[in-house]
């Protein structure tokens, strides 16, 4: 049953919240142990919701729009109260004294908090392999991996665990694991939705966003977090844009441009490495769809997109050296004690942080450092300025653009864990967005060669979030 | 950009003690190779003409965002109690942490 039609029948009474619940619990209970899409399952915390949300109904009120639905929330966003850990040593025993902005808005539209879902440490990965607490599997076929970083969300919507899951996307962290994981997942404009009480990765990336079984109910739950918040200087002054009216639209007299160089193919002059056969016949089957829909379809441009990667894997660093510099032993969770504080600061964090947090605070101090800033920090900075500048040139021409959302379709656990440059190529087509600060959503549209999900990636200039789910429908209604 | 090699063990050590982490020697050994790897990858960046293209920050034309400095309505009366809760150790309301200057006791 879909998030709208739950939504909609405990609004109108015809179930409670509470059957509701109860039924994703045992979802839960059935498959957990072999999937782990969670770091800590709220089940008293979410019947004692659903009751609230069942004696308002009783009492004639309106509970809102997701009222009775279960939500899983990555566990890199603020719960008061709740363990919020980012898959990280060093978070342990934090409670966090503020709900994130996205969490109160979907608990005032009637939503239930189902769980903390399991990620990347720090969001830094493209897998879930890097949690602390053990990998998330993909519910699709356990031996390969859910994407990441925001795996456990994606596994969650996947395996039934929760009809809709929030997750954060710097780099690609919602749209790789949702296209492995065959769900929609929506990056949305940075500013669209509020950072406050995102645990800081890339705050000039960073971007919560939705996760659904359907781009309906993505598009419900992205109407329900959106929209301009006081509490984060980045928020842009806007409301949250009207998705679900637009559905229906089509895709009719919309010029649509296939990204060349984020295609891998053999007749590409320039383009990323990687990208896989079936993969990429996928994307041109999915434009052959939008065509017969009515839009016209053509090859793009995007010069720059494959410096993309080079850039992020410098920029991100750099952002996450100084946010993480917080994390010391002094105000949150973990402290390993010593003599000294600075003693202390190494120990807590030497003992707190795991492996490829560590690459990057290290890679993004020495991006940062004397004699080295200029050369890579600052030239990725301006490497950004050419994708951005790409990317309005190309929407001159163009209303949205399409590319592959991952190289591949999910891989098997342990593929890439001893090459950290393999596991970043994981991200290729998903950062320009990021670095750009533009929407874009993971459709699912098939099955590669292995009978898993392929993910077709919209793009769309800053805020026409809602001409990118018009595509998006179609998509849906034509995916084979 | 640097002359070869990117970066060495020296280099990795160097920025380990910045950000407060301490490396065994097989780490140290690990990290400097994933982190040439990385540099390495991004040595095509160096082939650009980036003269005169301004740097980027952030996304948006950022505006410094200002409010007046008071306690906005709802503010919670026991927010200090549940921020001080959630540290490893505090004495007297406030964070407390080893000595930080001079010597050891």
Redesign the interface.
């Known amino acids: 049953m879909s998030a709208r039609s739950t939504a909609d029948a405990v609004r109108a009474g015809e179930r409670s919240a509470r059957s509701v619940v109860e039924e994703h619990l045992a979802a839960i209970d059935a498959r957990e142990d072999e999937i782990h899409a969670f770091n800590l399952v709220m089940a008293d915390e979410a019947l004692t919701q659903a009751d609230d949300v069942d004696r308002r109904i009783a009492e004639g009120e309106d509970p809102g729009p997701l009222a009775g639905v279960p939500v899983a929330l990555k566990d890199n966003l603020c719960t008061r109260g709740i363990d919020t850990t980012c898959g990280s040593r060093i978070l342990e025993g934090?409670?966090?004294?503020y709900d994130a902005t996205a969490v109160e808005r979907l608990v005032a539209a009637g939503a239930v908090v189902i769980g903390k879902t399991n990620c990347d440490e720090f969001a830094m990965g493209s897998s879930t392999e890097n949690s602390a607490f053990g990998p998330t599997r993909n519910p699709l076929d356990t031996s390969r991996v859910p994407g990441g970083s925001s795996g456990g969300s994606a596994a969650a919507v996947a395996a039934g665990f929760a009809p809709l899951a929030l997750g954060s996307d710097t780099g690609g962290s919602i749209r790789q694991p949702a296209a492995l994981c065959g769900t929609v997942g929506v990056k949305p404009t940075?500013?669209r939705v509020s950072r406050y009480g995102l645990v800081a990765f890339g705050s000039?990336l960073d971007q919560v966003g939705p996760f659904a079984a359907s781009v309906e109910d993505a598009a419900l739950l992205l109407e329900a977090i959106g929209g301009h918040d006081?509490r984060d200087?980045?928020s842009?002054p806007e409301a949250s844009p009207d998705l679900l009216g637009v559905l229906g639209q089509g895709v009719e007299g919309l010029r649509i441009g296939i990204i060349s160089e984020l295609m891998g193919g053999p007749d590409q002059a320039a383009s990323v490495e990687g990208i896989a056969e079936d993969v990429r016949a996928r994307v041109e089957q999915a434009a052959e769809a939008l065509a017969a829909a009515g839009a016209t379809v053509e090859h793009a441009s995007v010069p720059s997109t494959?410096?993309g990667?080079?850039?992020y894997?410098?920029i991100a660093p750099a952002e996450a050296?100084s946010n993480l510099a917080r994390f010391?032993?002094?105000?949150?969770?973990?402290?390993v004690?010593?003599?000294?504080?600075?003693?202390?600061?190494?120990?807590t964090?030497?003992a707190g942080?795991g492996d490829e947090v560590?690459?990057r605070?290290?890679?993004g101090?020495?991006a940062l450092?004397a004699?080295?800033y200029d050369?890579?920090y600052?030239?990725?900075?301006?490497?950004?300025?050419?994708i951005?500048r790409d990317f309005s040139r190309a929407y001159e021409s163009f209303d949205l653009l399409l590319s592959p959302t991952a190289p591949t379709t999910a891989f098997p656990l342990g593929d890439k864990t001893d090459d950290?440059?393999l596991m970043?190529l994981a991200d290729v087509c998903t950062i320009p967005s990021n670095?750009?600060?533009?929407p874009a959503m993971s459709v699912p549209f098939g099955t590669g060669d292995d009978g898993l999900p392929v993910g077709v990636q919209v793009l769309a200039p800053?805020l026409a979030e809602a001409t990118m789910f018009r595509a998006a429908a179609v998509l849906e209604g034509t995916a084979p | 950009?640097?002359e070869k090699p990117r970066?060495n063990r020296e280099?990795?050590a160097h920025?380990?003690d910045?950000?407060?982490?301490?490396?065994t020697d097989d780490e140290l050994d690990a990290?400097t190779g994933?982190?040439a790897?990385?540099?390495d990858?991004?040595?095509?960046?160096e082939a650009?003409d980036?003269d005169g293209?301004?740097?980027?920050?952030?996304?948006?034309p950022?505006v410094?965002?200002l409010?007046l400095d008071e306690p906005e309505p709802g503010t919670r009366a026991d927010?200090r109690a549940?921020?001080l809760?959630?540290?490893?150790?505090v004495e007297d309301g406030r964070?407390r942490?080893?000595?930080?200057l001079g010597e050891?006791?």
Request: without cysteine; charged residues 15%.
């Open positions: 934090w409670r966090p004294p940075y500013g000039s006081p200087s980045t842009i494959i410096y990667l080079s850039a894997y410098l050296s010391d032993g002094v105000r949150f969770g973990l402290r004690d010593a003599d000294t504080a600075p003693e202390m600061n190494t120990a964090r030497t942080f560590k690459r605070i290290m890679l101090t020495y450092s004699g080295y050369a890579y600052g030239r990725s900075q301006k490497v950004r300025t050419l951005q950290p440059m970043y670095l750009a600060g533009h800053a | 950009m640097p970066l280099d990795v920025v380990a910045l950000a407060r982490l301490a490396l990290f994933q982190l790897d990385v540099l990858h991004a040595a095509d960046l650009l980036l293209v301004p740097p980027m920050a952030n996304p948006l950022l410094n965002v409010r927010i549940e921020v809760d959630a540290a490893p150790s964070f942490v080893p000595p930080v050891a006791p």
